[in-house]
Each structure stands twice: as structure tokens, then as C-alpha cells.
């Protein structure tokens, strides 16, 4: 079974600073997906970035970006130029690549991203 | 249309009753996922459907929750003589076919059991 660790329950970082936020998994699959979700308060869970495993390039989304390191299966989110809206809890997820059983995404604890104005 | 709908948004109940909720995914996605997620934790998969066929039940499924998708639209989720520690969030998500593997989730339907 796979799991995914989120060590750091808390973070503060100040507006316009950057931050990373950590994850790591454990998988014996060569193919996956792994993603960062976004949840504010009392607000709906939303999709941050998303990586294929099979690529080598880190995805980036305007100021989010990911240090995906697949050997390490080590996977961080950085906020660059964080903004207030970026406070919220953040999940790290994982999914595996062959569908049917292993299509159900397997949430970390989550972090909570406090952004200090 | 706008994203995966859920309703209600809240529901209080007693011990021992039973209550359904209802997920609507978005219309051209034929996978949909529940999960369940209490108080700062992350989600935990409950069940998974592919069109109307349940693929995939966890083992937190106990035999007093039932899912539904009778027609490969619309899904409930059924939890009869709730517990208290059915207490959580309840989210739907969908996702579209193969090849497209982001899930996306609805605003969830919170429970509480007194």
C-alpha cells in the first residue's frame, strides 16, 4: 500500500516570501501521479499542480512549482511571492498510474500554511 | 456547468438515524469518489465508481454505509444508525476519463451525529 508523509504540520511564512512545503511517499510503482491540493478555511479542496512521474521536468503553475526527485520519491511544493490567499491547509497526494483499484488518491496529513501580512 | 455540486452542505443528526447525501459530479466525468475527512487530517477513501459500477470499497466502508450511482450520474452516499464517530466530512470527487487523472471535489457535506 502506498503512504504519503507530511511531516511538518505547520508553517508561517511572510507575504512575499517564498516557501517550500515538504512530502514524501512510498510506492513500488514506476508509474504514478502525484498532486498538491489546496484547502482554505470552510472552503472546498482545490488542485495546486499535479506530476506525472514518467516525466523528468518539474511542473510549474505561475507561482507554484515542485522539486519532484523520483529516487527519493521526495516530492515539495515552493510558493514564491506568497499572498495572503495562500493561507490554507495543503495536501499532498498520491495516485497510482495503472487505473481501476489504484485510481483512489492517497492523502499526506496535510500542512497548515499560515501567510503573515 | 460549474464543478461538483454536493447536498446538503450540513446535516445534524442523532445517534442511531440514518441520512443520505447526494454528490452530483461534473457531466462529462465518469468517475466518482468518496471520502471521508475529519477534523486535520487529510481525506481517506471510502469508494470509487466507473459509471454505475462500484469498483472499489474501502475497508472504512462498514456495512452501514451504501453508495450508490444508479445511472453513472448522480451518486448517494447512505450511512444508516449513524455513530458518533461518523462525525467528519463527507467529499465527492470526479475525475474523467483515462488519461485526464486530476479528481476534482466538491465543497463536501459535514456530519454530526449528537
Known amino acids: 500500500a502506498q503512504t504519503v508523509t507530511q511531516s511538518q504540520p505547520e508553517m508561517s511564512v511572510q507575504e512575499a516570501e517564498t516557501v517550500t512545503l515538504s512530502c514524501t511517499y512510498d510506492?513500488?510503482?514506476?508509474?504514478?501521479?502525484l498532486f498538491w491540493y489546496k484547502q482554505p478555511p470552510s472552503r472546498q479542496m482545490i488542485l495546486v499542480i499535479r506530476?506525472?512521474?514518467?516525466?523528468?521536468q518539474n511542473a510549474t503553475e505561475n507561482r507554484f512549482s515542485v522539486n519532484f526527485q523520483k529516487a527519493a520519491k521526495s516530492f515539495s511544493l515552493k510558493i514564491s511571492d506568497s499572498q495572503l490567499g495562500d493561507t490554507a491547509m495543503y495536501f499532498c497526494?498520491?495516485?497510482?498510474?495503472?487505473?481501476?483499484?489504484?485510481?483512489?488518491?492517497?492523502f499526506g496529513k496535510g500542512i497548515t500554511l499560515s501567510v503573515r501580512p | 456547468d460549474t464543478g461538483v455540486s454536493q447536498d446538503p452542505r450540513h446535516k445534524i443528526t442523532k445517534r442511531g438515524q440514518n441520512v443520505t447525501f447526494r454528490c452530483d459530479p461534473i457531466?462529462?466525468?465518469?468517475?466518482l469518489y468518496w471520502y471521508r475527512q475529519t477534523l486535520g487530517q487529510g481525506p481517506e477513501f471510502l469508494t470509487y465508481?466507473?459509471?454505475?459500477?462500484?469498483?472499489?470499497k474501502s475497508r472504512l466502508l462498514s456495512d452501514r454505509f451504501s453508495a450508490e450511482r444508479p445511472k453513472g450520474s448522480f451518486s448517494t452516499l447512505e450511512i444508516q444508525r449513524t455513530e458518533q464517530g461518523d462525525s467528519a466530512m463527507y467529499l465527492c470527487?470526479?475525475?474523467?476519463?483515462?488519461?485526464?487523472?486530476?479528481?476534482?471535489f466538491g465543497p463536501g457535506t459535514r456530519l454530526l451525529v449528537l
Open positions: 470527487a470526479s475525475s474523467g476519463l483515462a488519461g485526464e487523472e486530476t479528481q476534482y
Open positions: 510506492t513500488s510503482e514506476n508509474n504514478y501521479y
Open positions: 506530476q506525472e512521474a514518467y516525466k523528468q
Open positions: 497526494a498520491f495516485r497510482g498510474g495503472s487505473g481501476g483499484a489504484n485510481s483512489k488518491l492517497t
Open positions: 457531466s462529462e466525468h465518469n468517475r
Open positions: 465508481f466507473q459509471n454505475e459500477a462500484q469498483l472499489e
